[in-house]
């Protein structure tokens, strides 16, 4: 299947900037979307960003202009820049995969998450 692995994660200050990274390892025959998804304490999770196997990028309004996410087809990775970070950014951030397997069976999986705290 599929076992997703994110990294980069910490504390920066309002203002600042912060990379995420998100590994995909597994059985599979190829990757489809991958997305961004994030969690602030006491509120549902939401989604940031994704980016297709051709490139094409979607982001939630508010992060707009100030992330960019990005993928590695030969690397099996994503990443996503986070710039001009504000408070109401911080939350456990996912990454969620969805791969094809053998006999076009389609797998999703979630990442364990990275914490990202926006804080003077």
């Known amino acids: 299947q599929v076992h997703v692995v994110e990294s980069g994660g910490g504390l920066v200050q309002p203002g600042g900037s912060l990379g995420l990274s998100c590994a995909a390892s597994?059985?599979?025959?190829?990757?489809?979307?991958m997305s961004w998804y994030r969690q602030a304490p006491g509120k549902q999770r939401e989604f940031v960003a994704s980016?297709?196997?051709?490139?094409?990028?979607n982001y939630a309004d508010s992060v707009r202009g100030r992330f960019t996410v990005s993928r590695d087809n030969t690397k099996n990775t994503m990443s996503l820049q986070m710039n001009s970070l504000k408070p109401e950014d911080t939350a456990v951030y996912y990454c969620?995969?969805?791969?094809?397997?053998?006999?076009?069976?389609?797998?999703?999986?979630w990442g364990q998450g990275t914490e990202v705290t926006v804080s003077s």
């Open positions: 969620y995969c969805s791969v094809t397997m053998a006999y076009a069976k389609v797998y999703t999986n």
């Open positions: 597994g059985t599979f025959v190829s990757i489809n979307t």
């Open positions: 980016v297709t196997t051709g490139g094409t990028t």
